[in-house]
């Protein structure tokens, strides 16, 4: 994948890790009380230094959400939805997100990958696809300011080269794992992580990458959630991703970041 993104110097980052759990959707807006026809939401806060309120169809879903906090999930009805995020300093970030019918989205508030570029808001589908019985999914997105970076899954790459606002997915053995990013075709060091992530049989686990430049340390934001399970056998790994798909979304972006 080509990129124009500078390459910023490594430096030592203190990784702190916000880990919340997903047990089922809160109503936090009102819904026709179908789950065949409605989906789920999750918005999630990583700007560092930023009190955000967030308004779903212009309500009020949450007051003050600073850097770390993970809202939702949302049940909204199946459809368009626009998301309005206002932060100290003037900012203003407006975003869209569209909702299938059962379907599972984050949305993310972050920064960009340009050191002082305006905030940014990119959606990730959950990727909910049934799993292999004993095994766990992990979906690493790039969400703060870095360089283009491999994903470190257990010191091995298992996707390499995501910028700013990519994701990558992998299928693994339930259990402890090791999570890291590191510039892309070096070994080290890295910008975020390693991570220790415990993942459990039938779950996905959702890692944010928060901060950069001139922000300070990187973090991580991460929480989890239950998905299908399929029989068979397992394969020896399944990699996905978003690369090349972010510049897509529909993204407005007011004032200062």
Known sequence: MQTSLPRFAAVALLL?????GSAGARPGLPDDGAGSVSGTVTLVQAVPGRAVEIR??????????HVGDVIGPLRLPAGRHALVFVGSGGMVVRSTVW??????????????????????????PTPT???RAGRARI????????????????????FANIANGES?????????????????????????????????AGTVTMIYAAGGPPAGALRAIVH????????GAAPGSVHTGTVGLARDLPVRVFGPG
């Open 168 to 200: 990558a997915t992998v299928d693994v053995k339930a259990g402890r794992h090791q999570v890291a990013l590191v510039p892309t075709g070096q070994p080290a060091p890295t910008v975020l992580g390693p991570l220790k992530v415990t993942a459990a």
């Open 224 to 231: 989890t959630m239950a998905v299908g399970i399929s029989g």
């Open 129 to 131: 696809r049934p799993i």
């Open 99 to 124: 909702l299938r019918p059962g379907s599972s989205v984050d949305v993310v508030l972050h920064r960009p990958a340009a050191e002082r570029g305006a905030s940014v808001v990119t959606s990730f």
């Open 139 to 158: 979906l690493v997105a790039a969400t703060a300011s870095l360089v283009p970076a491999d994903v470190r899954v257990d010191d091995r790459v298992v």
């Open 56 to 65: 779903v169809d212009g309500r009020e879903v949450h007051r003050v959400a």
């Open 16 to 20: 702190s890790v916000a880990q919340l």
